[in-house]
């Protein structure tokens, strides 16, 4: 799963966030500039048995601006279906995205 999306701030921050289907890597950059990653080796990226993940960090700058990306997988048959990702800046839902 790999997105885009601009923060609404006076930045215009981009941020990447890419997951691997196959072995779960996942990281996150905020103009090209890793601010989050989670290693493929880690058995928490592998094994879980949360429908919740939070992915959450804050970028440096004149305002604070704290992002949280949160992953739902679906109940049944998760390894089939769409994960729903969840983008929020500031506590405020910005965009949402599906994909595996």
């Given at each position: 799963?790999?997105?885009?999306?601009?923060?609404?701030?006076?930045?215009?921050?981009?941020?990447?966030?890419?997951?691997?289907?196959?072995?779960?890597?996942?990281?996150?950059k905020?103009n090209?500039?890793?601010?989050?990653?989670?290693?493929?080796?880690?058995?928490?990226?592998?094994?879980?048995?949360?429908?919740?993940?939070?992915?959450q960090?804050?970028?440096?700058?004149?305002?604070?601006?704290?992002v949280?990306?949160?992953?739902?997988?679906?109940?049944?048959?998760?390894?089939?279906?769409?994960?729903?990702?969840?983008?929020?800046?500031?506590?405020?839902?910005?965009?949402?995205?599906?994909?595996?």
């Amino acid at each position: 799963m790999k997105f885009t999306f601009t923060l609404p701030d006076p930045e215009a921050t981009v941020i990447e966030y890419y997951r691997s289907a196959l072995w779960g890597g996942i990281w996150i950059k905020a103009n090209g500039q890793k601010v989050f990653s989670k290693s493929a080796f880690n058995p928490s990226s592998q094994i879980s048995f949360s429908l919740t993940c939070n992915y959450q960090f804050s970028l440096p700058g004149s305002s604070p601006r704290h992002v949280c990306i949160t992953k739902k997988r679906p109940f049944l048959f998760a390894g089939f279906r769409r994960n729903r990702y969840i983008v929020t800046f500031n506590g405020q839902p910005i965009e949402e995205h599906f994909g595996y």
